[in-house]
């Protein structure tokens, strides 16, 4: 098999590229840290709140941490809240400047692949929908770190024709994604050895760079997260097996819904044969393994960034060969159907704004109010944010709640507690504080119970 060879592309190219990604930065860090501190936890959020409290409590393990994505996630998010403190802000900020750096290399990947107007429109596209600002580090997750190491690695992967380093440069940023995200992240060095073989370019050196430094970068990641996670418990207050995250796939597939007629107007503009170009078959291939590892337990964060790219690069098409009358009809029914599906988003998120402001004064009171050796229990939509914000052990409500014998406070709906004669599981309840749709209450001995000896 023969070696590629590099080669090198126009200047005008690259700088086009690198204005784009630089701008991609700016308004990345702009808009992600607009606001970013004021929106309350989600549940979502919570469990890696909480390992992160403990990382930085520097408190001694009695048996050495076990390394795993959670693990890896809480030590790389946990950056910002060791320098400055365990508010909104400072928990999600590594995530933030982690997002605006993947931004920058989407926007690049994008034009590499296409053009940079793709590549920028690529990018317009992951800010502007919810699903792809969680992706970019506007909540605290995994999801901002393996987008970016992943990109990183796919840019890479692409630039194998172009660059002899690429291979090395793919092996190290395939590495840190399987460190991010598990052996499911073993896709990437699958993709860049599948594509150099396509090209006829896979040879002995080029396998070697690619398995040999995505091994060794996986090593020192692991023994680099092993010395920090090793001086700490990571015995977070509540369950915390995989990385939670608050991505969901039927939603995110909801919001491209307003597309729709761009889409379809774009399919129709393409040239023939298109399915079979190199791009089209690179970021196909790449959505195809992503998906794969997803399903196997992996980051969605790689798959969803490869169907945004290939979205772009539809609509892209119309800006390049539909009549200005035809794309104005598509746009127009594109921006009313984007109103529509806003205005019903803006309505759900003022209820979800109010309800974590009412479990985040709920958490708070009780770690104010409540002895520390007094038992509460909460139901596993808010236990995580209550542990939290109240910095102490809550116990599990079963479904429906049943709080046992030996819980003295619960959390629970305002509803629950204000009609709890009307609910036979529910024990004698007196409410003590009462926080939007969220109330804290005292669970009372029953009255045949309270008069025996």
């Not at 929106?39 to 048996?63: M, Q, Y």
């Not at 003590?432 to 119970?449: K, L």
Request: with cysteine.
């Amino acid at each position: 098999m023969r070696r590629l060879r590099p080669v090198r592309e126009p200047s005008t190219v690259r700088y086009e590229r690198g204005v784009a990604a630089f701008g991609a930065v700016v308004l990345g860090i702009v808009i992600l840290c607009h606001r970013l501190g004021e929106l309350p936890l989600a549940e979502a959020e919570a469990p890696l709140a909480i390992a992160i409290r403990e990382h930085a409590s520097g408190a001694p393990s009695p048996a050495p941490a076990l390394v795993s994505p959670f693990t890896a996630t809480v030590v790389l998010a946990g950056v910002a809240p060791r320098i400055w403190g365990e508010d909104e802000l400072d928990l999600r900020l590594t995530g933030a400047l982690s997002g605006a750096l993947m931004l920058a290399l989407f926007v690049h990947l994008g034009g590499s692949l296409f053009d940079a107007r793709t590549g920028a429109l690529a990018a317009i596209l992951l800010v502007a929908l919810p699903a792809g600002r969680l992706l970019l580090g506007r909540q605290l997750g995994g999801e901002p770190f393996v987008a970016l190491t992943s990109l990183a690695a796919l840019l890479a992967i692409w630039q194998l024709e172009h660059r002899r380093a690429a291979a090395v440069l793919a092996g190290v940023a395939g590495g840190a994604t399987i460190a991010l995200s598990g052996a499911s992240g073993v896709w990437l060095p699958v993709l860049a050895i599948g594509w150099l073989w396509l090209h006829r370019g896979l040879t002995w050196g080029s396998l070697g760079a690619v398995t040999g430094y995505a091994a060794a970068t996986l090593a020192v990641a692991a023994l680099g997260f092993a010395l920090f996670a090793g001086r700490v418990s990571f015995a977070p207050l509540v369950d915390a097996v995989r990385v939670p995250t608050s991505f969901r796939p039927v939603a995110a597939a909801c919001e491209l819904l307003p597309l729709l007629p761009l889409l379809l107007l774009g399919l129709l503009l393409m040239p023939p044969g298109w399915t079979s170009s190199k791009p089209i078959r690179f970021v196909g291939l790449w959505v195809t393994l992503a998906l794969l590892a997803c399903l196997a337990g992996g980051a969605i964060a790689p798959v969803y960034a490869g169907v945004v790219l290939l979205v772009a690069a539809v609509v892209e098409q119309i800006l390049e060969s539909a009549s200005r009358r035809t794309a104005a009809v598509a746009v127009v029914l594109a921006l009313a159907g984007a109103i529509v599906l806003t205005l019903a988003r803006a309505r759900a998120e003022a209820g979800e704004v109010l309800d974590r402001w009412a479990v985040r004064e709920s958490g708070r009171f009780v770690g104010r109010l409540i002895p520390a050796d007094e038992r509460i229990a909460a139901g596993d939509r808010v236990r995580a944010r209550i542990a939290y914000y109240g910095n102490r052990q809550v116990e599990r409500l079963g479904e429906p709640p049943t709080p046992g014998t030996d819980i003295d406070y619960v959390v629970l709906e305002r509803t629950l507690v204000q009609h709890h004669d009307r609910n036979a599981p529910l024990p004698p309840l007196r409410s003590i504080a009462e926080f939007g749709g969220w109330a804290v209450a005292r669970v009372e001995a029953p009255a045949s119970a309270a008069e025996k000896p």
